[in-house]
């Protein structure tokens, strides 16, 4: 029972800034399968996929803000594909074109427009939450679910970031339930609550109840898990993504 697991680079944005090729290798030596990229760090295309193959990683998706979509859709969609992502990630929306806001109607199209671009080529579009989206609608229900209640599940997936959906105040595996079937790609993160701040740590020192999330995404169709962890207070960022990654291995060696 297990899952393929990517790093999300955005974890090891610095190292990746300075040594992008060196980087990878290090996540590939500590058993990641692949990687979710955000942002390519000045690279060519042609360099990323080379950097990618020798450390023998698997570029899985990426964080794309979807202004660059807007500002070129064609050219956007094509990057990624050409790089050999299947997926594509609008990893946060701001308030006003969030559910409520002044944008929120226009935002909708435009996810329709890049979801459509997408098949086009065979990559699927995901949207990552955050914990603003479980504020509530007038009706009482989380914005989160009145967001993809909107736009059929074909055109949108989800990237369920668990730490998050539990800062929110839901239940990780019962959205990974609730979502069966629309959530190929989660993240698995941890954290803390430490003087009323949410304090982000390795997968397994906090909050997060791992060992349930990993038979609750493989029962739910998850393809992949991808480890992120944003801010590093305790420990260097490659120390805590190894401990991540040995936690969830375990997780899984377990059931």
């Keep these: 029972m297990g899952l393929p697991i990517a790093a ?19 996540l590939a030596d500590m058993g990641y399968h ?18 990618l193959e020798r450390a023998g990683l698997e ?10 979509f807007e500002n070129d ?13 299947k997926y594509v990630v609008v990893p946060y929306l701001s308030q006003d074109r969030w559910y409520g806001g002044s944008q929120y109607a226009d935002t909708l199209k435009t996810i329709s427009r890049i979801s459509e671009k997408c098949h086009q080529v065979g990559m699927e579009l995901l949207y990552h939450n955050h914990h ?10 989380y914005q989160l679910d009145a967001f993809y209640d909107t736009i059929p599940s074909e055109e949108l997936k989800t990237e369920l970031d668990l730490c998050w959906l539990k800062v929110g105040g839901a239940d990780p595996v ?21 003087d009323e701040e949410v304090v ?3 997968v397994g ?24 962890q944003d801010t590093h207070t305790y420990g260097t960022p490659m120390e805590n993504m190894k401990k991540s990654l040995e936690f969830i291995k375990n997780c899984m060696n377990h059931d």
């Excluded at 999300?8 to 290090?26: C, G, L, P």
């Excluded at 020192?205 to 992120?228: K, T």
Aim: aromatic content about 8%.
């Design 174 to 194: 019962a959205y990974l339930h609730k979502y069966s079937g629309r959530c190929p790609v989660v993240h698995v993160k941890d954290f803390i609550h430490k």
């Design 205 to 228: 020192e906090g909050e997060v109840d791992a060992q349930a999330i990993v038979p609750a995404a493989i029962e739910s169709g998850a393809q992949w898990l991808v480890i992120e």
């Design 8 to 26: 999300q680079v955005y974890s090891v944005r610095e190292e990746a800034a300075a040594d992008f090729e060196k980087a990878m290798r290090k």
């Design 59 to 68: 570029a899985i998706s990426a964080h794309v803000p979807i202004d660059e």
């Design 132 to 141: 603003f989206e479980f504020q509530t609608t007038p009706e009482g229900a």
């Design 73 to 85: 859709l064609d050219k956007t969609v094509q990057t990624y594909k050409e790089i050999g992502c």
């Design 200 to 202: 982000l740590m390795a």
């Design 34 to 51: 692949g990687v979710e990229l955000a942002g390519l760090y000045g690279k060519s295309v042609e360099e990323i996929r080379a950097c």
